[in-house]
């Protein structure tokens, strides 16, 4: 009987993707259903996004203070743990701080001729202390290219140096195109804000039918929305709208046993043209010295 379950206290967090148009769906289902039974909530429901730390941090703490609040132990715990294993010291690396890698290797492993250029990466991990096991991935934050950026700040006509404040960080816009935002991946919350501010209403047409949107996120650039489907933006709102930027994830290609303190990676470099313009990924688009892993 409900009054025998409930009320319960909840903290939920849902895990998604803004680029679908079901953002966070099941969560919000599932923290709406508890609120139905009766459920009390101690904090409002988080939804992250592929950012996920961006909300989750500051959630976290949040949620850990209120479960200490809400909760009152009366005695002392009646019982030790000794740890059977030796504790690992922690990492001094870590996603917001990365290890800078020396690049040993970049050669070139598809066939002459093929279309596709597939690259063997071998990266230093001498001295970081850093460790990996089979099936392990591999963080690498990349900078936007600097030739897209500039495109960006002529279509919109926006100057390079003004200072923009978010998220607790201040930084002259072109320092956010091309180290802090994602401007490589089209996100559905830029095109529903591009749509809201262009002159015509092909994009809002678009963005309002889910295959259409599917297929222009797959097949467009931050760029190409911009040119096709012009728009007024101040410097503020374009780096709002704007998803952060997320480290590249590789699978590993390697065996620490054999190739001891390197990591190697498989990489498809990525480079085409669309629409009269060539495009090229964040990370894989050129042969660099270092790398930035996380």
Not at 139 to 146: E, H
């Given at each position: 009987p409900r009054s025998t379950l409930f009320p319960y206290t909840t903290l939920f967090r849902s895990l998604g993707d803004s680029s679908y148009a079901k953002f966070c769906a099941v969560g919000v289902q599932i923290d709406a259903r508890l609120a139905e039974l009766g459920a009390r909530r101690l904090l409002p429901r988080a939804d992250t996004d592929v950012d996920i730390e961006t909300v989750a941090a500051?959630?976290?703490?949040?949620?850990?203070?209120?479960?200490r609040d809400h909760v009152h132990v009366s005695a002392p715990p009646r019982t030790t743990v000794t740890p059977l294993r030796a504790v690992r010291p922690s990492i001094a690396w870590h996603r917001e701080r990365p290890f800078s890698a020396e690049v040993l290797t970049n050669q070139r492993i598809s066939a002459n001729g093929?279309?596709?250029?597939?690259?063997?990466?071998?990266?230093?991990?001498?001295?970081?202390?850093?460790?990996?096991?089979p099936g392990d991935s591999l963080?690498?934050?990349?900078?936007?290219?600097?030739e897209l950026v500039a495109a960006i700040l002529d279509v919109t006509r926006l100057d390079a140096q003004t200072i923009v404040s978010h998220d607790g960080q201040t930084l002259p816009l072109r320092d956010w195109l091309l180290e802090k935002r994602e401007i490589t991946r089209l996100t559905r919350p830029f095109v529903l804000a591009q749509a809201q501010r262009a002159r015509t209403s092909d994009l809002g047409a678009i963005a309002a039918d889910p295959s259409s949107?599917?297929?222009l996120l797959a097949t467009h650039q931050v760029i190409d929305v911009l040119h096709v489907h012009p728009a007024q933006w101040d410097a503020a709102s374009l780096v709002a709208a704007l998803r952060p930027l997320a480290p590249r994830l590789y699978s590993i290609a390697s065996s620490a046993k054999v190739a001891e303190d390197e990591a190697h990676l498989t990489v498809a470099r990525v480079a085409y043209d669309f629409l009269d313009r060539a495009h090229v990924g964040a990370a894989s688009r050129s042969e660099e010295h270092t790398s930035e892993l996380q």
């Open positions: 500051p959630w976290r703490i949040a949620a850990l203070d209120a479960a093929s279309a596709k250029d597939i690259r063997h990466i071998e990266l230093s991990l001498r001295d970081s202390g850093l460790s990996y096991e963080g690498v934050w990349p900078s936007n290219p600097p949107l599917q297929r």
